[in-house]
């Protein structure tokens, strides 16, 4: 027997099979405009902004943190109600801080109905929130920037995003297929490069930090694909100045789906595509989560160019039991690597996330 | 005329039988004085039991001036008790809520005898026992002549033709038993009452017109008394 | 040797076979009648408190707004920016029908509506829905989940509510709400573990969308329920708008047991009274069983035993039976439980809020400690005359008739010190009346009466003597001796007999105190109907009768009915459950220019016009039990906290009211609508023009509103009948006290009568001797028991009447907050005379069959 909400959502997740015909695809190619492709797109089902990042104050003591919002619609329409609560929506936010210097982890869930002011996103500009949590485009200082905000228990964030390159698009301008699936694609692009700056306080201790953060925003109608148990996904700053973004399916008999994807941003703003054959990302080392009992590989080899990279996790334990809002439990957090492009030294920070871990 | 015919009364289970009374015998002229003699627990309470229809024989008759007492049922036994049969008993017997006057009163009231009349017989009863003084007392105010002296004046309220006396002055010092056995006596002489007295003393047995000594429930001697 | 003694005993026991059952009997009914009141009182709330429980889940505070709830945009607000999490609620208790019966009146299927909103939920309540519980709808494939969060009237239902009326998942049910049937359907099952764990019975979950629409809330939430911490949640109160407050859910239940504090005042007493009456009955049986055995001590002390081994061999006896006779006791007193408990929730449905009627469940701490309260009772009761037994020398022992001494050289004392019992009444009454503190004054008030009773009891004996000695005049002219015979018995035995006829007096005295202050209470309420329901017919929602004041007439309602032609005047009345220093009263919202004229307020002062353009001008009339209860006078002004904040309002009047014990604050709808928003009206009394008949009128209005509106029309002659009938209800469990009393007093004298029969064995010996016939002798025994009967009557009727003026003027007014006047009602007196009289001849029936089994010869032999 599930929980009362979970089993609402999971319902909602897999099972509207019918409904979800009135829903657009990520079929053709996007004609990109922003700010508009900042805020949601209702015609189609899911739709995610993902904030994750790594930042340390002036004595270098580090943090990483994780805010996502998840807009998941349940029909396509609704019919009119009399009651303000009624909503086709429900929103839900993840909000994680790993205390690197601690060894700690710690991380909570909300959800809403986008209703009422509950919780939304606006469809001109990058503008979602859920409850007092938020992620805000505004008109800083130094131009367009984001303004992060998140409060719990253990803590607070409150961070001003810069964008030091502009969107930067995925597989074919943005449409990236996630199998041979007809419809099974998403729309996705990120911004790669955003200069955090801003306060951080956890348990009590407040801090003044910098850093970088990477923001991915995907929208679109999911299609159940019984091939795939999980992926892995990887963002990373490099020192050269570079950044990269790493994405794998795992299929069901243990291989690695061909659609694999990577995006290689230099230190320009252009970019490179890698497909299934052009870089390589390899399980090293594993860590076992005592509570849900998922085998996580918690040290990587990555290869891709001339770039051969050691990929560890400072703070093992980063993974988030969210069976309550999305229904699933999965591991999220940041990493750090080392290696050489060629004769360079290279360093670089990032955030891996692994997901179907869990039997 | 008193007549009994083979009186038994046996007590205790068949198994197990005690034999109180045994086959007895016995007429008794009216207007006599009879004493009973035996020792306690000869049978000479039983008989005056049976006698007076406290109890019922076992087997025999009694007869009472014709009637045949073992005959009657427990109505017609009341009314037997209540108007044939005054009864003195060795603890007196005077009920002790009651006043002297009134205990003397109550089977003649039970009688509905008139209220005035009654009265008026009983103080006469107590004046003539020498206790009309005393007749506003309560009985454990009195000495236990006295209050032997009330029971007998209970006793005669309803003039019984039968006066039945259980060890009247068992429970008495020999002077003031002395006393009681006349006031029997002169009942006997001048009222021509029949009196049954028990008595397990020679003496007070004396005091009678004949003695039937009691044993082991049977009558087994009879002595009558010269100079009557 | 103490074997012996003990085999002694139950030989004893065994011989004496009916007097040792009055005896277990006795004890057994004193503990049933504490058990009984002690469990319903236990149980009455039980099943209220944890459905408040369950609902509330793990929440920690509640956020309470007005009447009309908190607006949508308000809770909207406070849950987003809470940083403890937060979720919004609605409920509402209503009867439902499945549809396809077609029945006019509400079924006993009775649906308590939870609307949620599940997203932010999960961590306050642990629903779950039954995980195969996926169902069609049509050709669409709709999981659970969606079709609760989307489809307008989807519910998830209990799994053993849906058994028990034979529903599936599909099926349409119509619940009643605010006088209207609406539509839910089944969406989905709620599996039975999670209930039983969680104690609610008969759960409807709707979305919160869904809650709105049918509840006719749109817009509004009841309350939000909160996790937080203390500080976090000190915080958020400060936080707070004016018109919203935070409060422990434990609030909510100690608001219903507020409100009831009354009726569970009036329990408790009734629980003390039990305990007493109880006890009392123990004693009482227990002190005839070892006075019986007066004569076999002496006969033992003769024998050379001590007085330690009398005394430990009879209490191991009394041990014995005092824990035989509690487990009898234990197991009536669960059967008694059963009946008081249904009679109790009844009564608190029909007055506060709706109970199911739940089966009697046991505590063990309740049995376990009246079979402890049972069995020292029993000890205690033995001990005193076997201590006093064992004492006396052995020969005095034998003679009952030095302890008749004692007893009536006694009865002066102990009437001294009723006396002084009764002069503590007087005290306590002043000081209870005076005494400002209701608790405590309601315990003066208890203790009043207690000490009325007492003062009654300690009289008994010399008023005994008294009596006798006179009617022993009379005796003797009536009956002759055999009357004088049975007035000195009862004087003799005055140690037996005065127990006995103050126990007979006291259950008497009770019946007549409460007899009287029903009836008077009758009469005043009676006049008050008189006076105030004079419409000439009533509406209410059919809801009412689940959902209490929470059942309201829509808007369309009132439309429908001032376009009657019919109708002169229409008076809305709107009650609504407030909160004043903490305390629960209501708010009463009139149409005051309709009722000025047309119903009888009655005014403690003031003249009746200018009292009502005060209140029309916005001041506010105060019922009596309110002006009592907070010491308000007409001219001071009540604070009421208003959606704009505390506001203050002037008494225009204080009037006589029996609605609502709590008190009520009542104004105009103008001063309810500018203060706390949109009126809530709950009754409607409908005034017809002249020429219309009223019963007519009531059959053709049933006709018009018949698929509309789920409205009843009670015309004022029912009303009245029905508020009889409620008052009637509401004493049922008095009645059972009543009985219980009557018991009590009967087993008192039967074991009297039959203990004075059996030591006199040797008395009756000698009158059956001297000639005395059975009639004669069931003469004296009926007179000796309808002669203590008599005087139990006797003394009952001014101690009746004292209790009567206790409960009138103390306990009512002071802590029940009812003005009755008192009213003699010779119903109630003539009632006591011929419970007497007839537990009395009763009572002696049996004695007198046992008479014909005493031997003569045997009886004047003893000695």
Not at chain 3, 521 to 544: C, E, H, M
Request: net charge positive.
């Amino acid at each position: 027997m599930l929980r009362f909400t979970l089993y609402l959502l999971f319902c909602a997740f897999t099972t509207s099979i019918l409904a979800q015909n009135d829903f657009a695809r990520a079929e053709k190619m996007r004609d990109w405009k922003f700010p508009r492709d900042h805020g949601q797109h209702p015609a189609y089902q899911t739709e995610w902004w993902y904030f994750t990042g790594n930042v340390k104050t002036e004595n270098g003591r580090r943090f990483g943190y994780e805010l996502t919002f998840f807009r998941q619609a349940l029909a396509p329409a609704i019919l009119p109600r009399e009651s303000q609560w009624a909503f086709r929506d429900v929103y839900i936010a993840h909000f994680a801080i790993t205390d690197i210097a601690k060894g700690k982890f710690y991380y909570t869930q909300k959800s809403a109905r986008g209703a009422l002011h509950l919780a939304g996103a606006d469809s001109a500009l990058l503008a979602v929130h859920l409850g007092d949590w938020s992620a805000r485009q505004e008109n800083g200082r130094e131009g367009e920037q984001i303004r992060l905000r998140a409060a719990s228990d253990f803590g607070e964030i409150d961070f001003v995003l810069q964008a030091l390159r502009p969107p930067v698009f995925h597989g074919d301008h943005g449409l990236l297929p996630n199998s041979h699936l007809p419809g099974d694609a998403v729309y996705y692009y990120s911004l790669p490069v955003l200069q955090t700056t801003g306060i951080l306080r956890c348990h009590g201790e407040s801090f003044r930090l910098t850093g970088s953060s990477w923001m991915d925003h995907e929208f679109f109608t999911p299609i159940a694909n019984p091939q795939v148990i999980g992926w892995d996904w990887l963002s990373l700053h490099l020192s050269d100045s570079t950044a990269v973004m790493l994405a794998q399916w795992r299929q069901i008999d243990g291989s690695i789906s061909p659609y694999a994807t990577g995006t290689f941003i230099r230190r320009e703003g252009t970019t490179q595509i890698f497909s299934a054959g052009n870089f390589s990302f390899i399980p090293q080392a594993w860590w076992t989560s005592p509570t849900s009992g998922g085998k996580y590989p918690v040290a990587w080899k990555i290869k891709f160019l001339d770039y051969e990279l050691q990929l560890r996790t400072p703070v093992a334990n980063q993974e988030l039991d969210t069976r309550r809002s999305t229904g699933k439990i999965y591991w999220e957090g940041c990493v750090e690597v080392s290696g050489k492009k060629g004769q360079q030294e290279i360093r670089g920070e990032g955030y891996l996330e692994m997901t179907g871990y869990v039997k | 005329m008193i007549r009994l015919e083979n009186l038994s009364k046996i007590y205790g289970s068949r198994e197990n039988p005690i034999v109180a009374l045994h086959d007895v015998n016995l007429t008794i002229q009216t207007g006599e004085f009879i004493a009973l003699y035996g020792r306690s627990g000869s049978g000479k309470s039983t008989l005056l039991n049976l006698l007076s229809g406290i109890d019922r024989p076992t087997s025999g008759k009694i007869f009472v001036h014709a009637a045949e007492v073992t005959a009657m049922d427990e109505n017609r036994l009341t009314l037997y008790r209540r108007d044939t049969i005054g009864f003195v008993f060795q603890f007196f017997n005077l009920l002790p809520t009651l006043t002297v006057l009134e205990n003397v009163l109550l089977p003649g009231q039970l009688n509905k005898h008139s209220a005035s009349k009654l009265r008026e017989r009983g103080l006469h009863l107590l004046a003539q026992l020498g206790i009309a003084d005393r007749h506003q007392a309560w009985p454990d105010q009195l000495s236990g002549g006295q209050q032997q002296r009330v029971a007998i004046a209970r006793a005669l309220i309803n003039d019984p033709q039968l006066l039945l006396a259980d060890e009247p002055t068992g429970n008495l010092d020999s002077e003031t038993g002395l006393h009681i056995l006349e006031i029997l006596k002169s009942l006997s002489a001048n009222h021509d009452k029949t009196i049954l007295l028990a008595t397990h003393s020679l003496d007070a047995a004396q005091f009678t017109d004949r003695v039937f000594q009691v044993k082991d429930g049977a009558l087994v001697a009879q002595t009558n008394k010269a100079g009557k | 040797m103490l074997r012996l003694l003990r085999l002694f005993n139950l030989r004893h026991l065994r011989r004496k076979r009916l007097e040792t059952l009055l005896c277990l009997l006795g004890i057994a009914l004193g503990v049933a009648v504490m058990v009984g009141i002690d469990l319903a009182n236990q149980n009455a709330l039980r099943s209220f408190r944890r459905t408040v429980d369950a609902v509330t889940g793990r929440a920690t505070h509640q956020i309470l707004g007005g009447p009309a709830g908190i607006p949508d945009s308000l809770a909207a607000t406070i849950i987003s920016g809470s940083e403890v999490q937060a979720t919004p609620l609605l409920e509402y208790v209503a009867s439902a029908r499945f549809h396809a019966t077609i029945q006019d009146t509400a079924t006993k299927m009775i649906l308590h509506l939870l609307a949620i909103d599940p997203l932010t939920d999960a961590d306050f309540r642990d629903y779950s829905i039954a995980a195969n519980a996926t169902a069609r709808s049509g050709s669409t494939a709709m999981s659970t989940g969606l079709r609760f969060l989307l489809q307008p009237g989807a519910a998830l239902v209990d799994e053993d509510f849906a058994a028990a009326h034979h529903l599936k998942i599909d099926d349409t049910l119509k619940v009643l709400i605010g006088a209207r049937w609406r539509e839910i359907y089944i969406a989905g099952l709620i599996p039975k573990q999670t209930l039983s764990q969680s104690g609610l019975d008969n759960l409807a979950l709707v979305d919160i969308t869904t809650g709105q629409e049918i509840f006719g809330r749109v817009g509004y939430v009841d309350r939000i329920d909160v996790i937080a911490s203390e500080t976090a949640a000190r915080t958020l109160a400060a936080q707070l708008p004016a018109s919203l407050h935070l409060e422990a859910p434990a609030r909510r239940s100690q608001r219903v047991n507020d409100m009831l504090r009354s009726f569970r005042l009036n329990l408790m007493a009734l629980s003390f009274l039990a305990v007493f009456v109880g006890m009392f009955l123990i004693y009482n049986t227990m002190m005839f069983a070892v006075m019986q055995r007066r004569k076999q001590i002496g006969i033992l002390r003769c024998l050379g035993v001590t007085p330690r081994q009398i005394i430990l061999n009879t209490l191991l006896e009394a041990f014995g039976l005092g824990v035989i006779g509690s487990l009898l006791g234990l197991g009536l007193g669960v059967v008694l439980a059963d009946y008081v408990t249904r009679t109790v929730t009844t009564t608190i449905s029909d007055l506060y809020v709706f109970l199911k009627v739940s089966s009697v469940t046991l505590n063990s701490g309740i049995l376990t400690k009246f079979f402890l309260i049972g069995l020292l009772t029993t000890l205690l009761a033995s001990a005193v005359p076997i201590i006093e037994a064992s004492k006396v020398p052995a020969a005095v022992a034998v003679r009952r008739s030095a302890l008749e001494f004692r007893a009536q050289k006694f009865a002066p004392r102990f009437a001294f010190a009723g006396i002084c019992f009764l002069v503590i009444a007087i005290v306590l009454a002043l000081n209870s009346i005076q005494g400002g503190e209701v608790f405590g004054g309601f315990f003066f008030g208890l203790a009043a009466a207690l000490a009325v009773a007492l003062g009654a009891i300690f009289l008994t004996p010399l008023l005994t003597l008294v009596l006798v000695r006179f009617t022993g005049v009379i005796m003797n002219k009536l009956a002759g001796m055999i009357g004088v015979l049975a007035a000195r018995n009862i004087q003799t035995a005055l140690s037996r007999t005065a127990v006995a006829i103050a126990a007979l007096m006291l259950s008497l005295s009770m019946v007549l105190g409460m007899g009287l202050m029903i009836a008077s209470f009758r009469g005043s309420l009676n006049d008050w109907v008189k006076s105030v329901l004079q419409a000439d017919i009533y509406l209410q929602p059919t809801d009412a009768a689940t959902a209490k004041w929470e059942a309201l007439f829509p808007p369309e309602f009132i439309q429908f009915l001032e376009q009657q032609p019919e109708i002169d005047a229409i008076d809305l009345y709107g009650a609504t459950a407030f909160t004043y220093r903490g305390q629960p009263i209501y708010l009463i919202a009139i149409s005051a220019v309709v009722v000025k004229d047309r119903l009888d307020f009655i005014f403690t002062q003031g003249n009746d016009q200018e009292n009502w353009q005060h209140l029309i001008a916005g001041e506010v009339f105060l019922s009596d039990g309110f002006a009592r209860r907070f010491h308000k006078a007409v001219g001071d002004t009540v604070v009421l906290s208003t959606l704009h904040g505390p506001r203050v309002f002037r008494t225009a009047a204080i009037f006589v009211d029996y609605s609502f014990e709590q008190g009520q604050v009542m104004m105009d709808h103008r001063t309810y609508t500018e203060n706390w928003g949109a009126s809530r009206i709950t009754n409607i009394g409908v005034f017809l023009k002249p020429q219309i008949d009223f019963r007519r009128y009531a059959v053709d209005l049933r006709r018009a509103l018949a698929g509309r509106f789920a409205v009843q029309v009670i015309p004022n002659r029912d009303l009245r009948e029905r508020v009889f009938k409620v008052f009637d209800q509401s004493f049922a469990i008095t009645q059972v006290m009543q009985i219980l009393a009557g018991v009590v007093a009967f087993i008192g004298i039967i074991s009297a009568v039959m203990s004075l029969l059996v030591e006199r064995t040797r008395e009756l010996g000698i009158l059956r001797a001297v000639g005395m016939g059975f009639g004669q002798l069931h003469q004296m025994v009926l007179i000796e028991s309808g002669l203590m009967g008599a005087l139990a009557a006797c003394i009952a009727v001014p101690a009746g009447t004292a209790l009567a003026l206790v409960m009138i003027y103390v306990i009512n007014l002071h802590t029940f907050n009812w003005t009755i006047n008192f009213q003699i009602n010779f119903g109630a007196y003539v009632q006591i005379w011929w419970m007497a009289l007839a537990a009395a001849l009763l009572a002696a029936i049996y004695p007198m069959s046992r008479l014909k089994k005493i031997s003569i010869a045997a009886a004047i032999r003893e000695e």
